[in-house]
């Protein structure tokens, strides 16, 4: 059951807040979780820290295989090959906002525990609490590993989570935090990709964790293998203004010692700010040598002096593969609605980063070998552009009510609208929510993908690739929803590239509920947009509408699963001719809205309905 709190504004109307977690079924090959009931239990054991629970090593030295036995059969992961991802022992990984840390164990000693019932101490409160997770099979690759642990708080209360740990050797790639290129097996090393997770599960937000019991028992034949634990600390007055979500992971240049500015548009606006840098999808670290923010002024050129923005004090910082990096605030005025220069140095030599595709936006680089130019408030030294945004995903800033998160497909990414126009339907719902009073001026995050569907993967998940249509919505919903800066509500508006590919309409509705299930119990309000018609487009078939007609059927029918219903259909069809958008609305393929389609979307939004 979600437990809500609402609070009542001026006008008598009532908001609706964050809420505390209740039930959940989970989502493939990642957590599944939590009801937190009023119970009262004492831990079953007394409480250690989870190092002095290790009792299984997992990582071997490339010279010494035999030195550890991860799965029964005597493999284990490379000591090099976590090494040159920078994972180093007692290295801290932030991933999807948790601060996880690699053990560091005594040389020869135990590096993770096989869950079996025991209860870890771990202190504090948050949003969610995260593991960082294998599963193992004894001998071979095998199923995932899953169990059923209990957290304990400081008031007597208890609540259940369900922990899945997917399999080491065969595990979805889409989901992975890190995949490491070699197995070493008792006789030497196995070129065959090996793969750890960040998995999180929901606690009651607001009340202290006293500590956590690990699953009893995962099934006879697979261990449930635990490195390390975090609590998600919560936003702590920040709100996303910016977002752009990893597509793919793609090759470049190489680049050596260049610099990147990219423009970016505020939603919100604040007195202060941070970035969100992150290496998702990559098998080794990237050094960011410098990083500046600034306002656009024409083109490269900023209005203003750029600021330096530091990294934990540090001008630069090495993010490792599968992490990401906040910079420190920097009290640096964001308007609202404002293009801004964010300018990253890369001293080395770079052959791949992860990307966010399609931007509809010119950004700019700098000549090989040209140096740190984060300083230049003149733009004469980026004689390069750039048609996608590498490494950064988010811009915070200080205060504000929160974020609403828009994911989506190519027509939340906005293309067919207007190049540097910001004319997306998330920017104009932006303008719409600055321009009024009545709800909160919240910023919005554009977790759009070009290409991208709600059930199957485009984006492999491991490699580089010229395919940028991303994983999943189920499968990135942890990082670019759940994870984001003080997430308020998300607006699904997926589907029509999974019925263009021949997924039924069964699957995308299982799809878009289990979603739906994850968001309510991490306590967020959800909307669902009902699919715009393609009639005209070459693959929108008959079969096609069809599915299309049914996933719109189930939306609008809500059900309990969604908490309102933004029709989006209705907004731009043809009542002639349903399957198809109004040509007024048409970006001239019948897929794509253009300008006023655009408009026509975020013009249709009750913004009550985001609250």
């Known amino acids: 059951m979600r437990h809500v709190l609402r609070k009542a504004t001026p006008g008598g109307r009532r908001h609706r807040r964050w809420t505390a977690a209740g039930a959940l079924a989970g989502a493939a090959a990642c957590a599944v979780v939590a009801t937190n009931t009023p119970a009262l239990a004492a831990p079953a054991r007394e409480p250690l820290p989870l190092e002095r629970l290790f009792d299984n090593r997992a990582v071997s030295d490339d010279g010494r295989p035999r030195g550890a036995d991860f799965d029964g059969a005597g493999n284990s992961l490379s000591a090099q090959d976590l090494a040159a991802a920078g994972w180093t022992p007692g290295r801290a990984l932030a991933i999807d906002r948790s601060r996880l840390t690699w053990p560091h164990p005594a040389a020869g000693k135990p590096d993770n525990v096989r869950a079996a019932g025991q209860t870890v101490r771990l202190t504090g409160s948050g949003e969610a609490l995260s593991f960082l997770v294998a599963g193992s099979a004894k001998g071979a690759p095998g199923p995932d590993a899953a169990g059923t642990g209990t957290i304990h708080y400081r008031d007597g209360s208890r609540g259940t989570y369900r922990l899945t740990a997917p399999d080491w050797r065969r595990g979805p790639l889409t989901t992975k935090a890190l995949g490491l290129p070699h197995l070493n097996t008792p006789g030497g090393a196995k070129a065959e990709t090996t793969r750890l997770y960040a998995v999180t599960v929901p606690v009651a937000r607001g009340r202290e964790i006293a500590s956590v019991t690990l699953p009893a028992d995962p099934g006879p034949a697979t261990d449930l293998h635990v490195f390390s634990m975090a609590l998600r600390s919560p936003a702590y007055g920040w709100t996303g203004s910016w977002a752009a979500s990893p597509s793919g992971y793609a090759a470049v240049g190489p680049w050596t010692d260049r610099t990147l500015r990219l423009v970016v548009h505020s939603s919100a606006g604040g007195p202060s700010t941070r970035i969100r840098l992150e290496n998702t999808f990559a098998p080794r670290p990237v050094r960011i040598g410098h990083a500046t923010v600034a306002l656009q002024g024409k083109g490269a050129a900023t209005a203003g002096r750029p600021r330096a923005l530091t990294f934990g004090g540090r001008a630069g910082a090495d993010i490792p593969a599968g992490a990401q990096q906040f910079s420190d605030p920097l009290g640096f005025r964001v308007p609202t609605g404002t293009n801004l220069l964010v300018s990253i140095h890369l001293p080395g030599t770079v052959r791949a980063v992860p990307v966010h595709s399609y931007t509809a936006q010119v950004s700019y680089l700098t000549a090989d070998g040209s140096g740190d130019r984060t300083g ?55 303008r719409r ?173 009750d913004l009550r309905k985001l609250i």
Do not use: K
């Open 376 to 430: 230049e408030s003149g733009g004469g030294a980026y004689t390069g552009t750039l048609d996608q945004w590498p490494l950064l995903t988010g811009v915070d800033v200080a205060d504000g009510p929160g974020s609403v998160v828009a994911l989506g497909d190519s027509i939340t990414d906005g293309e067919r609208s207007t190049p540097g126009s910001n004319g997306r339907w998330p920017d104009l719902l932006a």
């Open 433 to 605: 929510l600055r321009g009024q009073q009545g709800v909160p001026r919240f910023g919005v995050l554009n977790h759009g993908i070009s290409g991208n569907r709600v059930v199957t993967d485009r984006y492999p998940g491991d490699g580089t690739s010229t395919i940028m249509s991303g994983v999943s919505a189920e499968h990135r919903l942890e990082r670019d929803v759940l994870a984001q800066t003080s997430v308020r509500t998300v607006v699904f508006f997926e589907g029509v590239n999974d019925i263009r590919s021949g997924t039924s309409a069964a699957q995308v509705v299982a799809g878009l509920r289990s979603m739906a299930a994850r968001a309510h119990e991490r306590g967020l309000r959800v909307v669902a947009a009902t699919i715009a018609p393609c009639g005209g487009f070459y693959d929108c078939t008959p079969e096609a509408e069809a599915n299309r007609t049914a996933i719109n059927r189930h939306i609008r029918a809500n059900a309990g699963v969604y908490d309102a219903v933004f029709d989006f259909d209705a907004a731009i069809r043809d009542p002639r001719q349903p399957d198809r958008m109004l040509p007024a609305y048409d970006g001239g393929d019948h897929l794509h809205p253009n300008d006023a389609g655009m408009r026509a979307f975020s013009d249709s939004i």
